[in-house]
């Protein structure tokens, strides 16, 4: 139900509409929902909706965080190995 | 895809997993309700369940509205479409869901009802607009990611003056539901549903923020981290959860930080505050009545309620017989412990929503064969089973 991908800004209508890139295919989405929406910009589309803008900056620090358990878990397994 | 493809990568699950094991290793079990169908979709599409120790646990929450969507309002929906001859449009998920007697829109339009299958509510005001001499209803269904474009959709129609449209409203609210999980008595002195934290909604989040969770994290003392969809997201969360967990804390984390700020979106909570208020009280499906639970049109916009436009009957709506998606709802039981699973109720012939909606657990269950597990409830390997 809830589906909702993020999708490049191609251009914006004068009014609340934009198109995007999505999954290959370009969509006519409304920009109804958000502001400060910029061509270039990732949004979450949903039932045809932009939501909320999808920060780069913390997609990227999510990613650092995720291979800093990855660094941790390195390190437990040669210490594991080296107990072993 | 950008934002999605490095949320998938399997080097970075490995790690994630071998992360979990040993933050798990302590000797006790977790049990984590994923709220969320999507999260569940995601569990069982990429194997992330197969990844975690044995003790990690997840439990399968409400999180569709397909699947919570009580069968009288479908009823309701149907008797628009056939009684009153309206136009009905819905999003596709609802299509197929059985109503009493196993109705279902797509038997009523067989049947020669005028039901559309929309994707947006664009799409709906756009059939209103070409059909000015026909009642054009939307049948809005959906928690408060799915709330705003209705909004949208009933803002513009009273703008440009559209008269003949209106919405028949189902609109839920996630943080009432999940306080009533936690109320339940099969949560709170049965025991049979043990919850030691919660992925918490990624798009509902993404429009409500992290704040509403703040409340029941506090009060019921339960950790949350808001999960982004992808599998590296609900791992990673799932890690958060952990942690907490082992280190008696129980707050509101937010892993998703991409997407959802504490505060939401604003501009679509001021939408939706202009067009709805809170019922006093709603049915969920499995749930039950759950009080502030639900919204409904404002009398400033009952032009464009359907359920004031039109007078639905009273009506006595059964679910088929069996179906155990009410206890699969609330996370007490599990899709193999339904009778019918597999045999009588498969997504070709769905006799509840839960085996309908892609994020519903008995589809999920079905579609990535998961449905077999050994005596001690772990999963078996799918070449074992064959
Ligand atoms: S956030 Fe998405 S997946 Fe979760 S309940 Fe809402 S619509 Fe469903
Ligand atoms: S398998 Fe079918 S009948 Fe059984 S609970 Fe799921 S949806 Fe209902």
New interface residues.
Partial sequence: ??????A?VISIDDGEMAVVAL?GIKKR??L????DVSVGD?V?V????A??K???E??E???A???K??????E??EIEGAEA | MKYIDEFRSHDLAEKLATAITHEAATGRDYHLMEFCGGHTHAIFRYGVQDLMPPNVHFVHGPGCPVCVLPVRRLDDAVELAERHGVILCTYGDMMRVPGTKQRSLIRAKADGADIRMVYSTQDALKIARDNPDREVVFFAIGFETTTPPTAVAIVQAQREGITNFSVFCNHVLTPAAIQHILQSPEVRELGTVTIDGFLGPSHVSSVIGSQPYEFFAEEFQKPVVIAGFEPLDVMQSTLMLLRQINEQRHEVENEYTRVVKPEGNLKAQALVGDVFELRSEFEWRGLGTVPYSALKIRESYAAFDAEKRFALSEKVSREVKSCECPAILRGAKKPTDCKLFGTVCTPDNPMGSCMVSSEGACAAYWTYGRFRTNADGTAATKEAAE
């Fill in positions: 139900m809830c589906l909702a991908l993020p490049r999954e989405i409304s109804a929902l958000v502001e990732y979450l949903h039932v045809g909706y939501l909320h999808v920060s780069e913390e997609a620090r999510t990613l965080l995720m291979s358990a990855g660094v941790l878990s390195a437990i397994e």
